[in-house]
């Protein structure tokens, strides 16, 4: 299979700074930093009328392969870096003709345990990516797409690889979007997960519904978003969410729905009549646990959300659920006196235990905001637990003794913002960092950046999300040691002015310039 390039370059710079031959300053153009990697000092032209992408191994022939290269010799040859002389220079060996991506195993299930590693090398002979499957055959291929840069003379031009051997630390590294308190747009979520890939994150959390708005069509109860949305022009139709699913996995992201229950479901009670606890003040509380009708729909609401998103697992929330409604209504206080409870925790820990045999009825795994197991209820020992509160190590350290899964978000909440660079606080804190044992820290799969949505909407997302979670991005997939906050913020000056080239409108990292400002609408 040969993919030959034969396009008009369109020649756009970026303020990178090279030197032919250097290997400090190749390394400077990669974001997230590589695990292992050693650089040569010869210099190779690509050249665009002779340049070849070909593909061997089990997984060679994968149609999701082959739209990653035709997506990625768009990329590489719109976004190389310009080369700006500052000494001397090694003149081009000769032409770099083609790139030949080795995938070695024909699966594309996309979980928990995907391989997403790669081997990458650029020598006289040509480029060549391995990997173990399609999805670090495309973590490759954005790595690829980083070292390529424009010479003096317009042409490309890339430096000799010795070797570049690349693997994820966590395998979860995820980014949440709230489209519940603003509606975001379709296109502003594509092109967010076009920008989660040029960080290597994985997983699209999308928080989609909670008070405010019921944004999702549900096929099975329409009137949820016909009653519950802000109104018929912000709702996410089916194809919609299709659209999300698929573009997020043919770029290596899993998409997981988080479909909070039983506080953040206001917008829930506009479309389901005596889903929500009438409080004895008027108004309405948390879902009603007690009423054979919540389970049934309930029930029919999870089997229609475990067909629709594909992933392992549905984010079931958990978090801030308030207890004065049901301390109120007369019915929850005499069926509470038969059931013998005297806690109203124990009237959550019914629900929650009860949501969760549902779920499991269905063989799907759930994520949960940690008061899930703060609350002391039964889960499923593949629970991944979502750390978000202050002094989260102790919660870490609780989790994992525990013996579960644990993923940290409490450090990375992009929505609260600060006067200054504050992307080096979340660069600076790693999940592991609660002085767990080894079996500890191997249940620590990893984290993810929260945006929540109170002020933010489809006008300001992408300045707010970026280049800020491309720290979150580097500590989740770099290795421990990757550290340094300066020598981080040159890489993420450069990051930064890549995204603009690749069309996202990242905010500056600080005082700077991009020989490609931002054109864009």
Known sequence: MVRSVLLLFLFVAVSFRLVFGDASITS????????QSTFGTD???VDSGNFAFTTDGAGGASILLKSAIDRYY????????????????TQPKGPLTGLKVTVNNADESLNLTTDESYTLTVAADGAAITATTVFGAMRGLETFSQLIYHMP????AIN???SITDKPRFQYRGIMIDTSRH???LHTILTHLDAMVYSKFNILHWHIVDDQSFPYESYTFPDLAAKGAYDHEHIYTQEDVKTVINYAYERGIRVIPEFDTPGHTQSWGAGQANLLTPCSGGGFGPIDPILNTTWTFLSSFYEEISKVFPDDYIHLGGDEVSFGCWQGNADIQAWM???GYTDYAKLEEYYENNLIDLINKLNKSYVVWQEIFDNGLKIKMDTVIDVWKTGWEKEMDAVTKAGYKVILSTCWYLNRISYGEDWKDYYSCDPQNFNGTDDQNSLVVGGHACLWGEWVDSTNFMSRMWPRACAVGERLWSPKTVTDVNGARTRLLNQRCRLLTRGIRAEPVGPSYCNDEWHGP
């Open 160 to 162: 000799q690889v010795t």
């Open 28 to 35: 400077d153009l990669l974001w997230p930093h590589p695990s």
């Open 43 to 45: 210099v190779y032209e």
């Open 337 to 339: 006196k038969k059931m």
């Open 74 to 89: 768009v990329t590489i040859f719109q976004t190389a870096a310009p080369f700006f002389p500052s000494g001397g220079a």
């Open 183 to 185: 509606f975001l747009n």
């Open 153 to 156: 003379n317009g042409g490309l």
